[in-house]
């Protein structure tokens, strides 16, 4: 599922640098673009920050 969510990202990061490039950076589809970038960004700090906190407490509980 990380993984989808991360080619995902990557695809619409792609996208936007190309709309960049070829409409400008106020272009509305860029910013279209962007703003579907922030949502995906924000689903994949929602769904995998609290894994990592929790992989980051249990190895520090290892080093103890």
């Known amino acids: 599922m990380a993984k989808d969510l991360l080619k995902e990202l990557e695809k619409k990061r792609q996208l936007m640098i190309q709309s960049?490039?070829?409409?400008?950076?106020?272009?509305?589809?860029?910013?279209?673009?962007?703003?579907?970038?922030?949502?995906?960004i924000n689903e994949f700090e929602v769904k995998y920050a609290n894994e990592n906190e929790q992989l980051e407490k249990?190895?520090?509980?290892?080093?103890?």
């Open 58 to 64: 249990n190895n520090e509980c290892n080093y103890i």
């Open 20 to 40: 960049g490039i070829e409409y400008g950076l106020q272009n509305p589809e860029t910013i279209r673009i962007s703003k579907e970038l922030d949502h995906l």
